[in-house]
């Protein structure tokens, strides 16, 4: 099993669509979760950390599965601007982190 | 406030030349992750170093690549004798302690001729 593993996608929505995406890890001690952005050819953007309790920042809402080990990002009325690769992000052990493949987005007029 | 700094932006070399690529961290982190990413593929973990030490390299090719994050001066990624398949996009990141969410720098095009 891959240590983190997302769908590739892509999804292609509407704009003002509801669109989520889900992710699962593999390392059931792991603590620490992300989302990311990276539009093409540029660097991963932070976009949201993700909580246990789960959490919303405007159109976005995170969630955090421990039983299952998958963490999901929701976005509500899509932009064309949310078009880019989202990025599942987990720690995997103290020292680093890692990074999914990643879930192709495009929100079409 | 300066973001993660990375240089060169671009990089052409020839095979078997060397390629060296630097990273400047945000100011007030200590802690940085060199990441490789080929076209259409997720980001790969290569290296995570604090200053003067190395702390896990287990993604790191065992031959031709090296990195450091000295006392002074930025982190470098080093290839020796590069070959068509080092080209990619080498991303830094860097965070302020372990655990945390990383920032990431705008990358180093390498291109392999």
């Known amino acids: 099993r891959k240590e983190v593993e997302q769908d590739p996608g892509p999804f292609n929505v509407p704009e003002g669509a509801t669109v989520a995406f889900n992710c699962t890890y593999s390392?059931?001690?792991?603590?620490?979760f992300f989302w990311y952005r990276q539009d093409c050819r540029k660097e991963p953007k932070l976009l949201m950390s993700?909580?246990?309790s789960g959490n919303e920042d405007g159109r976005f809402t995170a969630q955090l599965n421990r039983a299952s080990q998958y963490i999901s990002l929701l976005i509500r009325d899509s932009k064309l601007s949310d078009s880019a690769t989202y990025l599942c992000?987990?720690?995997?052990?103290?020292?680093?982190?890692?990074f999914g493949a990643g879930t192709r987005l495009t929100v079409k007029p | 406030n300066a973001g993660v700094m990375q240089n060169p932006r671009h990089l052409v070399r020839r095979r078997g030349q060397e390629a060296r690529l630097r990273c400047s961290p945000m100011?007030?982190?200590?802690?940085v992750y060199w990441y490789r990413q080929l076209p259409e593929e997720g980001l790969k973990f290569m290296v995570y170093?604090?200053?003067?030490?190395?702390?896990?390299e287990s993604g790191m090719p065992k031959e031709r690549f090296s990195a450091e994050f000295p006392k002074e001066g930025p982190s470098i990624l080093r290839i020796q004798q590069v070959v068509r398949g080092d080209s990619a996009a080498y991303f830094c990141?860097?965070?302020?302690?372990?655990?945390?969410?990383?920032?990431f720098g705008p990358g180093t095009r390498l291109t392999v001729t």
């Open positions: 990141a860097s965070s302020p302690g372990q655990v945390v969410e990383q920032y």
């Open positions: 390392n059931s001690a792991s603590q620490s």
């Open positions: 993700v909580y246990s």
């Open positions: 992000v987990v720690n995997y052990n103290n020292n680093d982190m890692r």
């Open positions: 100011k007030g982190h200590s802690h």
């Open positions: 170093l604090q200053k003067e030490n190395i702390i896990d």
